[in-house]
């Protein structure tokens, strides 16, 4: 048996009360200090307070039990979603809630619900890009939710290829009105958060038609779509709802359809702040060519920490269950190990704790980043502008991978009662999983990645000063990292040996160009820089951290650790470039293995440090008390097939199945 691991003696009489005592021995082990820990992760212990403050409200409120969440049917999930939402701006009202802490409380219902699109992205954009005077009459209706909105981009034939949208804003001089029409079966707006039922208003991806035919490409505009007194769809609209989506995600999400059959909005409804037309028609260039892509690049930079909080619950949930799970041969006292103390478990569940916490710490930093962006692009200042396309669109690419593989790896580590509904994870991975391809599919935004790697290789020698090329500037006149045993041990040696594998890999794609490059060449180039980006973010993460020396110490260790295993997956690349020997590869190895150890016996403290109560996890084993059998066996107490001894379906359908089984046996012995 490890170290790390408790001997107790004698051992207990049940299961049930070795899960609990085990659960109980791992925590008083650690020696983190996890309110530290946790008022980091949160942004500091008022934000933790606040958050813990409005959890309490919210999981003793029936609007937000989940009990019965597993057995109703997608009307009911997406009726129940209604219902939390209008209960969540009541308690706005009793409680005082500040607009932040209403979309805190939003936030904390873990499904996708109809108004997650209005708070991520309707609002943002238009306050972001419409016009003072378009502000001033629809500002407060939106704040107030006055109306619903939704952000209609995405159509049936096109998705991340904007400007290969059909939908069409058609100017009239004449009436000072666009005509808003969708030409063809395929520029019907397909996929729409909240458009199928629940919203009132849209801020819509169209082309811009002027007079004489000129095609200014897609711009922003702001149109109703229902009637605010019965809530049908407006003249010349039709919506509907898309149907239901794969393994049963998205279910409380009205995701929607809509096309639009020459509908009149006036001029002033285009948003305006950086692009418009004049009443006769001449268009007003915006600073930028994408200005309107700001929407996009905002929710990409929310993917980051969001990512980063699904890792932390799967990381919870599996490590949590590991710990209390035994299995194996039974040791001198009967005791069959902790599942925990398996290297492979440990291989699988520490780099996704590691990934938690990185993509948490370096989502905040983004949008703090993000914020600059949009700071400047208020005085019409687009100098990072191109920088921000390319830092949200790789992280953004990173984040959702990472994030999609380790809520499965994190579910297959507990075994069979991991494929259980009742262990959470297979819900909250289906609805994760759509993020990589919504807001840019990963794939193509790889492909962007590497377009902004090539441009920034081309002028790295004109002072470039984005942060998503960094890594060329880092290793300009560089020597080549010789990777040693202490280096593995040092993190700003890792840092720099990812940066000098972005360099290279860079380096290579730009001689090698389009046409001698292999089917897998931009994904390497994507993750390459990606990976190189989020290492220097780490770097600086790092040198931050006002904490005590032992969660110091922790933390550099955790961050550390997903240094390691980032470097350890790119070791075709390093040895390739001539970065990493043989030798130095197989050191690699074994100062991740000698990582897990110290982090191993924090593991359930930094699990406890993100915060979460039962009622958020929403998990049987997961719970905080390590007392998952129990909790297991009163989920399944809730089935509604365990509602009645013998099922309604015996009389109709065992019934008869059973006697005529029997008849035939019967006639067979004559």
Not at 232 to 247: Q, R
Request: aromatic share 8%.
């Amino acid at each position: 048996m490890d170290a790390w691991l408790p001997t107790i003696m004698p051992a207990p009489r049940s299961a049930v009360e070795q899960t609990k005592l085990d659960m109980t021995v791992a925590r008083r082990r650690g020696s983190v200090d996890v309110g530290s820990l946790r008022s980091l992760m949160y942004g500091g212990r008022d934000a933790w307070e606040a958050h813990a403050r409005i959890v309490r409200v919210m999981q003793a409120d029936p609007a937000f039990n989940k009990s019965r969440r597993l057995y109703m049917t997608r009307t009911e999930r997406y009726e129940r979603a209604l219902a939390m939402t209008r209960r969540i701006y009541e308690l706005k009202d009793q409680e005082g809630w500040s607009d932040e802490e209403t979309k805190l409380a939003t936030r904390l219902v873990d499904e996708n619900i109809p108004m997650t699109l209005h708070d991520l992205a309707f609002e943002p954009v238009f306050f972001a890009q419409a016009s003072p005077s378009l502000i001033s009459r629809y500002g407060p209706l939106i704040q107030h939710r006055g109306i619903l909105g939704c952000y209609l981009q995405t159509e049936l034939a096109h998705g991340t290829n904007v400007p290969a949208l059909e939908t069409t804003a058609t100017y009239i001089p004449e009436t000072q009105e666009f005509d808003i029409h969708s030409p063809t079966l395929t520029s019907s707006k397909w996929w729409i958060g909240a458009l199928g039922k629940t919203a009132t208003h849209g801020v819509l991806q169209a082309r811009l038609i002027l007079p004489g035919g000129k095609d200014h490409g897609p711009h922003l505009f702001f149109l109703q779509l229902r009637s605010l007194e019965d809530h049908k769809p407006l003249p010349g609209i039709s919506i509907g709802d898309i149907g239901p989506k794969a393994m049963a995600g998205y279910a409380s999400t009205d995701n929607g359809y809509a096309r639009f059959e020459h509908v009149r909005i006036p001029r002033d409804n285009m948003l305006s702040k950086f692009a418009g037309v004049t009443p006769e028609g001449e268009y007003i260039k915006p600073p930028h060519a994408k200005m309107s892509y700001g929407g996009m690049m905002y929710i990409r930079a929310h993917f980051i920490s969001s990512c980063g909080w699904v890792m932390a619950k799967a990381a919870t949930v599996s490590i949590r269950y590991s710990t209390v799970r035994r299995q194996g041969n039974p040791d001198a006292v009967g005791l069959e190990q902790q599942v925990v103390s398996y290297p492979s478990v440990q291989h699988r569940l520490l780099p996704i704790l590691a990934r938690a916490y990185v993509f948490i710490l370096l989502g905040r930093r983004l949008l703090t980043i993000f914020a600059d962006t949009t700071t400047r692009l208020a005085s019409g200042d687009t100098s990072t502008l191109a920088d921000m396309h390319a830092l949200t669109s790789a992280l953004k690419s990173l984040a959702t991978r990472h994030a999609v593989r380790d809520l499965e790896d994190a579910r297959r580590a507990m075994g069979g009662h991991g494929y259980s509904a009742y262990a959470g994870l297979g819900r909250v991975y289906a609805e994760q999983l759509p993020l990589v391809s919504a807001e840019g599919d990963n794939y193509v935004l790889d492909k962007q990645v590497v377009r902004a790697a090539l441009k920034a290789f081309e002028r790295r020698d004109n002072g470039d000063r984005s942060v998503s090329a960094e890594y060329l500037r880092v290793v300009a006149g560089a020597k080549t990292p010789q990777m040693t045993p202490a280096s593995w041990e040092s993190f700003e040696a890792l840092v720099l040996l990812l940066q000098w594998r972005a360099a290279k890999v860079v380096e290579d794609r730009a001689k090698r160009g389009d046409l001698d490059k292999d089917a897998s060449a931009d994904q390497r180039v994507a993750t390459a820089v990606a990976e190189a980006i989020v290492a220097a973010q780490l770097g600086a993460i790092g040198s931050a951290l006002q904490l005590k020396p032992r969660e110091r110490e922790i933390m550099r260790d955790l961050l550390r650790l997903y240094l390691l295993i980032t470097t350890e997956a790119a070791l075709v690349d390093l040895m390739s470039f001539g970065l990493v020997s043989a030798a130095a590869a197989r050191e690699l190895r074994t100062a991740i293995a000698k990582l897990f150890q110290p982090l191993l016996v924090e593991a359930i403290g930094l699990t406890d440090a993100f915060g979460f109560t039962d009622w958020e996890l929403d998990s049987a084993l997961g719970v905080y008390d390590g007392n998952v059998y129990e909790a297991l066996w009163q989920k399944v107490q809730t089935e509604p097939l365990n509602q009645t001894e013998v099922t309604q379906a015996y009389k109709e359908h065992i019934r008869p199945l059973l006697e005529r089984g029997r008849g035939l046996a019967v006639r067979s012995k004559l």
